[in-house]
Every structure is written in structure tokens, then in C-alpha cells.
């Protein structure tokens, strides 16, 4: 008699492959013929159970969720639901014949899974079906089971990297094929998302599907190209691997002697007999503490053996049991060239070698920042990057970032460069990730109560700091001090909750860290280290001082967001349940005797003191470089961030504080700099996460709208920039790129440049009148300045008219300009189209304003209308703005709220939101043109100023957008315009 636990298992594995059948029958031939297991019985096991403390429970959510994602299964006959939707998971329980309690437990504890990666591809050869996927299965199901059994990765998630490196590994070329073709994609992340999860898995199934070569190239310090190595080490090479050849365990030459993974068994294991059994041995060229030097032992330790020398070595007859090479390289042109002559005198032997070269944080170093059209010599990295390229024919590159916009700039006509011609996968976001999104209120609903934790992310994570006292500002020294003490306050008092969480919970912290990234100057780095350590000592948390301050602490701040957040995890009662945690906490910060932690180049004492592998790390890690790009800070809980980028990339991979936090997430702490409204050269970096937060979401929804109409060489376009002062990418990255889109709402814009001759004139009028005449109607609008004073209030008469969204567009892109302007508009007009184009401008109101110094003149095709005086400055060769009295009305009817009250303009606005305002003035060019007795519109200036819908952008912010400009033209498509698959435009 099996128990319940044991027939659970066996069960499950029996339904795994044949699909969803009635699972009573199963369980009870495992368990007990003559006495039947009940309904009730298997309710009240998975009720006593979860994914975490029960092997079988893993089984059947694993299970599950296979199912969810499975595409067109045979089981699901004649029905066909969607995968990763609940109508899914309702069809496997009806096959499944479970009651509604056991269907509601199952929901709980195995939620359905809606992730999925958008997928941007050109057209490929599909070869990697089912049955090559289960052919050689060997590493991948092995990776798969550490992540479930001992990573404890939710079945979910754990069915979503399997759909996902599925995609990735489909789109790079069959390794046992006999034409050689290079793949080149890029796999879009989320800062400290899990990417090297997924490129373990990309490794796993290639090296199961034939791949002989694997080169993963990290960032550019040794700090994470280790924390890569004993990643893939423990996870994917495992335990057979790693001792092969090794005298003892216990030897100094080996890399995890006394490791405590190691020790624990931690490590993967594939079962001594592996290679017996015909599955590839995997030899590693790095060391966990070994950058590449040379191959080792020569040429030999690259020979491909052949088991049939008369068929080639890409032939599946050879493949299988061929060895697999591994190298984990930091992006150093030195070492990335050594590789590359290491393997020239193979010659003929690399045109049959399948090798997959992956590229973690591929817009760092990767790029070629040199302009083509100006210095034919690649910068060194990029060199040696497409030198490793040309040596292996059969090579795909797989590149990997969260900060993707550099890679789209990539000139795409340049064949041998690392333009992800042949893919683009976005993954989603994962389950219980914290990303950008969650510590800035999105979407804010204006009823929420803005002060409460519980709905307003930035109340519940965001504590405001001024700038150094260095950086021209007024934020004085002891300020300073006494932020920094907030901070430190902040993180012991999290580590005492951790604690206490740890004595009433299940739930373990192996690590509590605090970042403070102020600067990359390693002199500066060791001057926080020194005032932090001042600070600290000045803390005096053993004093009753500091009690109380930590208890005001907790009661003002921790303990509403604990309550509004904790989710199931322990909330102390009161403070004084925290006093002992405090006292543990403050011995784990201090064990090695000091709080504080530099982390950099410089302190080479230090290099490999940052182990989160091999050590319980409770410190404050200062820092620049080496905490960003890719390195997981762990148990990162308190942030103090004060560095000021004007990039965007930069900026967004120095957020460490994203990732994963399981049992504490309500008490994360972000220290941003917020320099007062009032400020001179004032840097608010809250706000500008906000800009690249809606720069990345912008980008994935419009990945996801056009999944199935663009092709990678198309994705520019679809770059967007939401603060003018933040770029994407440093402008060395970006040579390649021009602005496609640029455009404001809710706030009006002078677009005073237009044609200074005689034609251009002209034809700017005549495109302009259909507008201008469409203005017949009077209105009055309000032009006060507060509504606090209204005294002041004023009053200035206008004609308007609506002309619809086509006609505007129509006249917009007729007018000609002057060439200083042509940059700016260009974009403009892009933009203005494309609102037009996707509904979110249906109509434009023309205000054409009455002034007091004007006079009424015969206009052609109008009749009496008015003329004003304005004179182009020939410095700028454009007008002066538009009359400042005049802006408020226009903004308010795009929907925006104005200081003023103006029920005219309430009037006028769309009841939907859609609709924008142009303003116009009519002037002579030159002045004395205006006395003529009749008028000629070439010399008549159409003064145009525009504002579009508040609606038009997210949350009335500016938005840009970019492209590419290749040698033959600019890589741009209008994509509604094909109404399916985009045309390719001339010459790309």
C-alpha cells in the first residue's frame, strides 16, 4: 500500500504525458484497490500542503501548469482553448473529474499562469518540435527539476521558461543542419528578472538539441563573471561534471573545496552512469575564480571526436555523445581575441562546430560606439565580438539585456555587426517581481487616498533626500547626516522584522543588505564609507535614544505599510516585540566589526569578500560600477540613491533596488534624490525612473500590439523617450539614431519657423486656408492669471471652427519650412499623425485671437480679417512666440486644468478627450507689406502654434520616438498602412 503522498506522484507522472484524465482512478490503483480514497480525503492532503513543503503537490502544479501552456494538445479536442487562460485550466479540471472544493484548492496553491514572451521574429525554418525537443532531453529536464525541488521556483513560472527559452532556442539554427546560417537575437529582460535563469535554460536545450560550443560573455568585472560561472556551475554543469579529473574534493586546486552548497549537496546532479548512457559530458575552459587564459592542455581540449569520422561532425551520429566546451568570459577585447586565435588553427573543424555565444548585458561594451561614416575601426569589444563571429560560421548569438534600446540603433544593414536581425523576445514580467512600475503610482485613481500606504506606492516606498552637499546645492552637511541616519535606521529596523518574521514564520533571510550608490569615483565611494561609518557610531543604537527613535520609526512608518502589505507574513503587535530582533540584527551587522562594505575596484583586499554564494551577507555596500549591470545585490532592502544620468540605460540598470524580495517586500525603502521645485539645476530622479518606467512600458505594449506585423529591422520605430532630457542610451550608442517622433500634450507649442520666400509663402497659406476659414464663429475666453485674484481676470475675443483630424493632418504636412526648423517639425508632424491615425485626435479647434494692436485687412479668400505686426529674428530665423494670455484657453480645451476657470473653453472641449487647438495669428512679410492695397499670400505669414489632447500621451507626458538611419535610407514603415505584414521600404 502506497500512501497518499506516493500515489499522488505516481499518478501524476502517469497523466504528465498522456494529458488530463479522470486522476481518482490512477490514485486509487496506486494506493489501495480496497479501499477507495475519497474526495474529500485528497482535499483535506492539498489543504494540509503546497508547492514549497511537498514533492507531489510540485509534481501536479508542475503538472498544471505544462498543461495550461500546452499549444493545440491533442487532449483538448474538439474544444481548442487558449492556452494560459482560465477556460484552459477549467478543461483540464472537467478531464481532471476533481469537485469544486479540490478545483478551488488547486487555483490557490497553482494559480493560472498568463505569462508569456512576445515574440518579434523574421520568418525561420521551424525544427525544433516536440519530438527534438525530447530526443536528447538530458540537461534541460534536469535544470528544470533544480528549479522546482531545490530553488522552490513555482510551477508557473518554472512552465513559463519553458515556453520561453522553447521560442528562443526554435529561432536559432538546427545544429545538425548542413547549411551553415548565423542567428542573431536579442531577449528583452527586466532588471534583475531572472535573464540568467533563462539563458541557463537557452544553454540547457541547446546543448540537449546539439550545441558543442557554448561562449558566455558577462559584463565587463570579474565580480559578476564569477557570479555567472557558479551560477552555470551549479545549476546546469552539476556535481559529475565539476569533479571530473579532480584528485579529491577536498583540494585546494578545486574551485568549491569547503563550499557550503557544495557541501549540502546544492549543486545539480545528473547520476554517475550519464555518460555511460550516451548523454554529453560538459568540460569547462573558466574556473569559478579563472577568467579564459588559454585552452587548456592545447588544441587537444577542442578536438571533436567523431563516433562516425566518415559523416561530419554536425551529423546527429556525432553530436550526441560529443563533449560540450563551456567558457564564462568577461567583454575584455584581450581575452575575447585570445579565445579567438586559441581556436583559428582548427580551421576546417570550426565550419562544422554548432556554438551558441550568449551575451548578458549586451548594450554594455558589445556596441560599437565608433561612427562607421566617420572611423571605419570598431571599438575594441565589438571587434573582438564580430572577429569570434567571423571564426565560427555555425555560431548564433543570443544577446540578453533589460536596457535594450542601444542594440535597436545598431546600424541593421551592416551584416557583420550584432543588429538582432533574425529576433526580438520580450519576456513578461515575472510572478511576485518588483519592478519600476511598483514603486511609482501608475494609472493613479483619483479617488485613492494619496497618503495611504496601502494604495500609493510611493507613500509605501519612497523616502525623499536632497543632493550631496558637494553638487551646487543647498543641502547642508548635517542634512546630509541626517538622512543617512534615516536610512540606516530604516535598514536595521528591517532586519529586526526580518527576524521576527523568521521566528514566527517559516520564511528564512539568508542576507539583508543596504546600497548606497552615489557616484562611480572610487575616492568618493571611500568617503561615504567613512561618513556612513561616522554616522553609524553617532547612531548609538544601543542607547535608549535610539530606541526611541526606532519605535517612532516603526510607528509612523514600518508598521502602516507592514499592515497595508505584509500579505501573509507576520506584523509584530508592537514595538516592543522588536526589541530583541533589534538586538540580533544589529550582531548580524556587526559580526565582522564593521557595518560597512566598499565595493570596488580599488580595494582588491575586498575582491571577492562580496560572496553572497559562500557567505550570510548583513552589511551596507557602497558602491558604483560594481553594484549595477547585471550583479544581483541580495537581500537588498534599503537603497540610498543619489547619482545623477542623463542616460537612460544607465540609470535604469543601477536600479538595484528591482528584483525579487519574498518576505519583505513592505519593507523596502527607496532614498531618492527629489531636489526642491525651487531648486537651480534641480535633478528629481523619482521623476525620471517615472520617464523611463513609461519609456519601457510604451515599448512593451507596442512590441505586444505589432507582434505579428513587425520584423526586428522595424523595432526603432517603436522606441519612445518620455523626458526630453533622458535618453535612451549615451549619444555614442546612438549615432545611428534620429528622432522619428517627438510630441507634447496638454501643453501648447510655437511652431514659428515656417518658409522665408516667396513659394514658400504661398503654399504655406493655401494650405492653411481651409483651416483659417473654418474659423467663423466668436468666443470669448478667459486670459486671467489666478483664479485666487479676479481683479485680474481678463477677457480676449477669438473666431474658431473644428476641422477634423484628416484635413489638419492634410494641411500640417503640406506647409514648408525653413531648414533651421525642419528637425524639429519633422518629428512633430510625425507625431501629430500618428494620434490622428490611431484616434486619439479626432478634431482640432482653430482660435484665431483678436488683438487690440491689430487691423482688419482684405485677406484673400477670406475677406476682412485681421493682420498683426511680428518680425522674424534672423538670428534664430524664426517669429516670437505666441501672446502668453492666449495659452491658457487653448490648453484647457485639450483637457487640461488650468489656474483659471474658463466655461467657454469647457464647452469646447471633445467629450471624449480627442480633440487638440491650433492657434493662429496672421502677420506680413515683410511689415511694410501690410499697407499694400491688395494683399498677395506671398507675403502673408501663417503663425501656427498647436496643442495636442491631454489624452494623446501617457499621463500628459512628452514622448519621442526613434529610428534608424542605414546608409540607404531610414528604416520606417507606416505600419496601419499595409494592413498586415509591413513592406519593406526602398533599399532595406
Not at 761 to 775: F, I
Amino acid at each position: 500500500m502506497a500512501d497518499l503522498n506516493s500515489a499522488l506522484l505516481s499518478a501524476v507522472s502517469g497523466l504528465r504525458n498522456s494529458g488530463p484524465m479522470p486522476l481518482m482512478g490512477p490514485l486509487n490503483g496506486f494506493r489501495w484497490p480496497d479501499t477507495p480514497l475519497t474526495t474529500n480525503e485528497l482535499f483535506a492532503f492539498l489543504e494540509a500542503h503546497n508547492q514549497q513543503d511537498n514533492k507531489a503537490v510540485r509534481e501536479l502544479a508542475i503538472t498544471l501548469a505544462e498543461w495550461d501552456f500546452a499549444k493545440n494538445p491533442p487532449w483538448d479536442q474538439p474544444i481548442m482553448t487558449d492556452p494560459r487562460t482560465v477556460q484552459r485550466r477549467r478543461r483540464i479540471y472537467d478531464l481532471l473529474d476533481l469537485p469544486q472544493p479540490v478545483v478551488d484548492r488547486l487555483d490557490h496553491i497553482a494559480p493560472v499562469s498568463a505569462m508569456r514572451p512576445t515574440v518579434i521574429s523574421e520568418k525561420w525554418n521551424p525544427w525544433y518540435d516536440s519530438d527534438r525537443q525530447s530526443r536528447w532531453s538530458f540537461y534541460w529536464p534536469h535544470y528544470r527539476d533544480y528549479l522546482l525541488h531545490k530553488r522552490g521556483w513555482p510551477a508557473d513560472s518554472v512552465a513559463a521558461l519553458d515556453q520561453a527559452t522553447t521560442d528562443i532556442v526554435g529561432r536559432i539554427s538546427d545544429p545538425a543542419s548542413e547549411h551553415q546560417y548565423q542567428s542573431k537575437g536579442l531577449v528583452v529582460g527586466y532588471v534583475q528578472s531572472g535573464k540568467t535563469a533563462n539563458f541557463t535554460g537557452v544553454i540547457a536545450k541547446a546543448i540537449d538539441a546539439g550545441y558543442r560550443l557554448i561562449i558566455v560573455m558577462t559584463g565587463t568585472i570579474e565580480l559578476l563573471r564569477s557570479q555567472t560561472q557558479r551560477r552555470l556551475d551549479r545549476e546546469l554543469v552539476g556535481r559529475e561534471n565539476l569533479v571530473r579529473g579532480i584528485k579529491s574534493e577536498a583540494s585546494t586546486d578545486f574551485d568549491y573545496a569547503g563550499d557550503d552548497d557544495w557541501l549540502n549537496k546544492n549543486f545539480v546532479e545528473h547520476g554517475e552512469d550519464f555518460e555511460a548512457k550516451g548523454y554529453p559530458v560538459i568540460k569547462r575552459l573558466t574556473l569559478l575564480n579563472d577568467d579564459y587564459m588559454r585552452l587548456k592542455h592545447g588544441l587537444t581540449s577542442m578536438e571533436l571526436h567523431r563516433s562516425d569520422p566518415g559523416k561530419p561532425f554536425y551529423d546527429p551520429a556525432n553530436l550526441k555523445t560529443a563533449d560540450v566546451r563551456l567558457v564564462v568570459v568577461k567583454k575584455n577585447d584581450k581575452v575575447l581575441q585570445k579565445l579567438a586565435d586559441d581556436l583559428a588553427p582548427l580551421k576546417q573543424a570550426l565550419n562544422e562546430l554548432p556554438a551558441l555565444i550568449i551575451d548578458d548585458e549586451s548594450d554594455l561594451a558589445s556596441i560599437n560606439t565608433r561612427n562607421p561614416r566617420k572611423s571605419p575601426e570598431r571599438t575594441a569589444i565589438n571587434k573582438a565580438i564580430t572577429g569570434l563571429l567571423e571564426r565560427l560560421p555555425r555560431a548564433q548569438l543570443v544577446m540578453y539585456t533589460a536596457t535594450p534600446f542601444a542594440n535597436f540603433f545598431v546600424d541593421p544593414e551592416d551584416a557583420s555587426d550584432i543588429f538582432p536581425k533574425n529576433f526580438v523576445i520580450a519576456l513578461d514580467r515575472p510572478a511576485q517581481y518588483m519592478g519600476v512600475a511598483d514603486f511609482h503610482d501608475v494609472d493613479w485613481n483619483s479617488e485613492d487616498d494619496k497618503n495611504d500606504p496601502a494604495t500609493s506606492n510611493e507613500v509605501a516606498y519612497i523616502r525623499r533626500v536632497g543632493p550631496p552637499p558637494d553638487d551646487d546645492s543647498t543641502n547642508s552637511d548635517d542634512e546630509r547626516r541626517q538622512e543617512i541616519r534615516a536610512a540606516i535606521d530604516a535598514f536595521l529596523l528591517a532586519g529586526a522584522i526580518k527576524l521576527y518574521r523568521e521566528q514566527h514564520h517559516s520564511v528564512r533571510y539568508r542576507h539583508h543588505t543596504m546600497m548606497i550608490h552615489e557616484a562611480t569615483k572610487t575616492a568618493e565611494h571611500s568617503k561615504m564609507a567613512g561618513l556612513v561609518r561616522e554616522v553609524w557610531k553617532e547612531a548609538s543604537f544601543s542607547s535608549p535614544e535610539a530606541l526611541d527613535r526606532l519605535q517612532q520609526l516603526w510607528e509612523q512608518d514600518f508598521e502602516p505599510v507592514c499592515r497595508a502589505r505584509a500579505g501573509e507574513f507576520p506584523v509584530p503587535g508592537s514595538f516592543d516585540e522588536l526589541i530583541e530582533p533589534l538586538g540580533m540584527a544589529l550582531s548580524r551587522i556587526t559580526a565582522v566589526g564593521d557595518a560597512v562594505m566598499v565595493v570596488n575596484s580599488e580595494i582588491e583586499a575586498e575582491k571577492y569578500a562580496l560572496d553572497f554564494d559562500r557567505d550570510s551577507v548583513w552589511r551596507i555596500l557602497i558602491g558604483g560600477a560594481k553594484l549595477s549591470r547585471g550583479f544581483t545585490v541580495e537581500g537588498l532592502t534599503v537603497s540610498f540613491y543619489t547619482r545623477k544620468a542623463l542616460q537612460g540605460d544607465t540609470m535604469m540598470q543601477a536600479g538595484r533596488w528591482f528584483g525579487f524580495r519574498p518576505g519583505y517586500r513592505d519593507l523596502v525603502r527607496l532614498f531618492i534624490r527629489r531636489d526642491p521645485h525651487d531648486a537651480d539645476k534641480r535633478v528629481d530622479l523619482y521623476e525620471a525612473f517615472e520617464g523611463l518606467m513609461r519609456d519601457e512600458m510604451a515599448f512593451r505594449e507596442r512590441l505586444r500590439e505589432y507582434e505579428d506585423i513587425l520584423e526586428p529591422w522595424q523595432v526603432p520605430p517603436i522606441v519612445s523617450q518620455h523626458l526630453p532630457y533622458l535618453r535612451p542610451a549615451a549619444p555614442n550608442k546612438m549615432f545611428n539614431a534620429i528622432v522619428h517622433t517627438m510630441g507634447d500634450s496638454g501643453r501648447l507649442k510655437d511652431y514659428y519657423g515656417p518658409a522665408d520666400d516667396d513659394r514658400g509663402r504661398r503654399a504655406n497659406y493655401e494650405a492653411l486656408l481651409p483651416l483659417l476659414a473654418a474659423a467663423t464663429a466668436e468666443r470669448t475666453f478667459v486670459s486671467a492669471r489666478s483664479r485666487h485674484e479676479p481683479e485680474l481676470r481678463s477677457y480676449f475675443k477669438a473666431r474658431v471652427g473644428t476641422v477634423d483630424g484628416e484635413a489638419f493632418i492634410e494641411a500640417l504636412t503640406a506647409l514648408r519650412w525653413h531648414p533651421n526648423a525642419l528637425k524639429v517639425v519633422d518629428p512633430v508632424i510625425n507625431f501629430y499623425r500618428d494620434r490622428v491615425r490611431r484616434g486619439q485626435i479626432e478634431d482640432m479647434l482653430v482660435v484665431w485671437p483678436t488683438l487690440t494692436k491689430g487691423a482688419d485687412r482684405t485677406l484673400p479668400g477670406l475677406g476682412e480679417r485681421q493682420i498683426i505686426t511680428r518680425m522674424r529674428r534672423r538670428d534664430r530665423s524664426d517669429f516670437s512666440g505666441s501672446d502668453p494670455k492666449h495659452r491658457a484657453a487653448l490648453e484647457r480645451i485639450s483637457g487640461m486644468t488650468t489656474k483659471v476657470d474658463d466655461p467657454v473653453a469647457d464647452q469646447l472641449r471633445h467629450p471624449r478627450g480627442h480633440r487638440g487647438a491650433l492657434l493662429v495669428y496672421v502677420t506680413a512679410e515683410p511689415p511694410e507689406a501690410a499697407v499694400a492695397e491688395n494683399l498677395d499670400p506671398t507675403n502673408l505669414v501663417v503663425l501656427t502654434s498647436l496643442v495636442a489632447p491631454a489624452t494623446a500621451t501617457p499621463a500628459g507626458k512628452p514622448v519621442i520616438e526613434w529610428t534608424v538611419k542605414g546608409p540607404k535610407g531610414e528604416a520606417t514603415v507606416d505600419i496601419s498602412a499595409t494592413k498586415g505584414k509591413p513592406i519593406r521600404p526602398p533599399g532595406l
